[in-house]
């Protein structure tokens, strides 16, 4: 059974710095891309940052010189480092494993700017 599961968010500061985890299991996590979304209210999800297996990165024009996404094959997790957080980064931040025949999801984490 796959599962992905997302921690970290919060409320901070304009300015300010979260780091998201997610920990995924049930898949050979070290063979899968991964990647972060985000959804603000009223608005589409959109990805926020994509690794690939090799360790190969991209980023969303709103994030690039400011989020940082990185891969622990040997904890099977994935980080999200969020600096200079604006308040239009508040969204709610999922988790994705894009598999071959499947994507799954996580439940989400609330991330917050606001003074």
């Known amino acids: 059974q796959v599962q992905v599961v997302e921690s970290g968010g919060g409320l901070v500061q304009p300015g300010g710095s979260l780091r998201l985890s997610c920990a995924a299991s049930?898949?050979?996590?070290?063979?899968?891309?991964m990647a972060w979304y985000r959804q603000a209210p009223g608005k589409e999800r959109e990805l926020v940052a994509f690794i690939s297996s090799g360790g190969r990165t991209n980023y969303a024009d709103s994030v690039k010189g400011r989020f940082t996404i990185s891969r622990d094959n040997a904890k099977n997790t994935v980080y999200l480092q969020m600096n200079s957080l604006k308040p239009e980064d508040t969204a709610v931040y999922y988790c994705n494993a894009p598999l071959p025949n499947y994507s799954y999801w996580g439940q989400g984490t609330q991330v917050t700017v606001s003074s």
């Open positions: 049930g898949i050979i996590f070290s063979i899968n891309a």
